[in-house]
């Protein structure tokens, strides 16, 4: 079974979306013909979401183009009162991506992982694809399911979906969601490991870089430091939280799998916060450098 995962990381998703363009054109088709299960989280869902419905990579990358800096804008410096940016315009983006198309109507096995706060448990949204009895959660439009997803405590508010459950982003538990694939594929596909092959797309390496002086003092002027030139906070213990959950899946994921794991990702050398829309043709260049280094690879794991 052929799994693709995508990791979260706000803003550069731009840079497995460029993989993927470059992907497509290669194989001259989607990528969904090509995989048997997809999932993602937090950005990484709405590149999963997308290429469960069959849009082309291309066209969301100019969506990540044109909703990008509408998204982050902020509305507050600090969000201590309330989130640093709204999630109209990212609502807006998810909608329009996915119009009013259930998880039940999506044709392919999908999985995105969220956090059900209203029971302070992970969850994952799942498309119903024959595996799964029908229950409540089928009727949830899959903007719905996206937005739960990308909805980063602090930053974004969390999401109400239909004033029964408050969900928020699923990279606080599985930024990287190929080991919820791994149990996807044991528990209801009933396949053991030598039949699980994952490609795995992460958003870059960062270089999160903390003082190492004056431990005894550290509060939330280290791990959020704020930056006087724009007046906001860095999100650094967030970005942290983020690289090390991805990482250390990738390496359990690894060992579990071996020659059947394929993870793309690459060193960015320096800080990149997701919300840094700046660098948006940076990562998109980086991830189209990263494909041609590994496109052999790629074709090859994929059996295309």
């Known amino acids: 079974m052929k799994m693709l995962c995508i990791d979260g990381g706000g803003i550069r ?30 950005t990484g869902s709405i590149i999963a979401a997308s290429i469960a419905v069959n849009r082309e990579m291309g066209e969301l990358l100019e969506d990540y183009r044109h909703y990008g800096r509408k998204i982050f804008k902020r509305r507050a410096r600090i969000g201590l009162f309330r989130s640093i940016y709204s999630n109209r315009d990212l609502r807006r983006f998810v909608q329009n991506a996915f119009k009013e198309k259930t998880l039940e109507e999506v044709g392919v096995p999908l999985l995105i992982p969220a956090v059900n706060v209203t029971k302070g448990k992970p969850y994952v949204h799942r498309s119903h694809y024959g595996i799964h ?44 969601p190929s080991l919820v694939c791994i149990t996807e594929a044991k528990n209801y596909y009933g ?17 999160v870089q903390l003082p190492s002086k004056k431990t005894h003092l550290w509060g939330i002027k280290q791990w959020m430091p704020f930056q006087l030139q724009t007046m906001s906070f860095t999100p650094k ?22 020659e059947n ?9 320096k800080e990149v916060p997701f919300d840094q829309v700046e660098i948006v ?23 295309i």
């Open 13 to 42: 998703g731009v840079f497995a979306v460029a993989i993927l363009e470059e992907l497509e054109k290669d194989i001259g088709r989607s990528i969904r013909e090509s995989i048997d299960l997809v999932a993602g989280t937090s």
């Open 133 to 176: 009895e029908r229950g409540e959660n089928d009727h949830i439009k899959l903007w719905d399911a996206v937005l739960s997803s990308c909805s980063a405590p602090i930053y974004f508010p969390p999401n109400n979906i239909n004033n029964q459950v408050i969900t928020i982003d699923g990279g606080l538990w599985a930024n990287n």
């Open 191 to 207: 396949l053991g490991m030598e039949k699980i092959r994952i490609l795995s797309i992460g958003l870059g390496q960062q270089r």
């Open 237 to 258: 213990l967030l970005d942290l939280a983020l690289d090390l959950s991805s990482e250390s899946i990738s390496f359990q994921c690894q060992h579990l799998l071996g």
């Open 261 to 269: 794991y394929l993870r793309l990702n690459t060193e960015l050398g």
């Open 281 to 303: 043709e940076w990562l998109i260049e980086l991830g189209r450098q990263v494909y041609k280094e590994k496109k052999q690879e790629i074709l090859q794991f994929l059996q």
